[in-house]
């Protein structure tokens, strides 16, 4: 079955650095484009970060400007998402998708593959 699975989450304090991994079985990622998204209680999925199929990104939403950054690395068929100077708002679960069309989307209702999903905790 083809799979996502994310992995790295877990409780860090404000201010603090998570670096979450996304890798993919049964499929290349590298015939995909990467989407990062997250949920928190009460609210909607929100994408993050989206990461072409050649590794470049484009704009990442205001929410998290600045201070996440999505990268790839095709030979471990692993995607990455770097979280520098956290916040209790980023508290959430966060999930990796794939799409197999050539533009990155911030849309989950472009996105057809969809890992379990990571807890992220930022709380004093």
């Known amino acids: 079955q083809l799979q996502l699975v994310e992995s790295g989450g877990g409780l860090v304090l404000p201010g603090g650095s998570l670096r979450l991994s996304c890798t993919a079985s049964?499929?290349?990622?590298?015939?995909?484009?990467i989407g990062w998204f997250r949920q928190a209680p009460g609210k909607e999925r929100e994408g993050v970060s989206c990461?072409?199929?050649?590794?470049?990104?484009?704009n990442y939403p205001d929410s998290v400007k600045g201070r996440f950054a999505a990268s790839r690395d095709n030979a471990k068929n692993t995607v990455y998402l770097q979280m520098n100077s956290l916040k209790p708002e980023d508290t959430a679960v966060y999930y990796c998708?794939?799409?197999?069309?050539?533009?990155?989307?911030?849309?989950?209702?472009?996105?057809?593959?969809w890992g379990q999903g990571t807890q992220v905790t930022v709380s004093s």
């Open positions: 049964g499929f290349s990622l590298d015939d995909y484009v």
């Open positions: 998708a794939a799409r197999s069309g050539l533009a990155c989307q911030y849309s989950p209702d472009f996105y057809g593959y």
């Open positions: 990461i072409r199929k050649s590794g470049t990104s484009t």
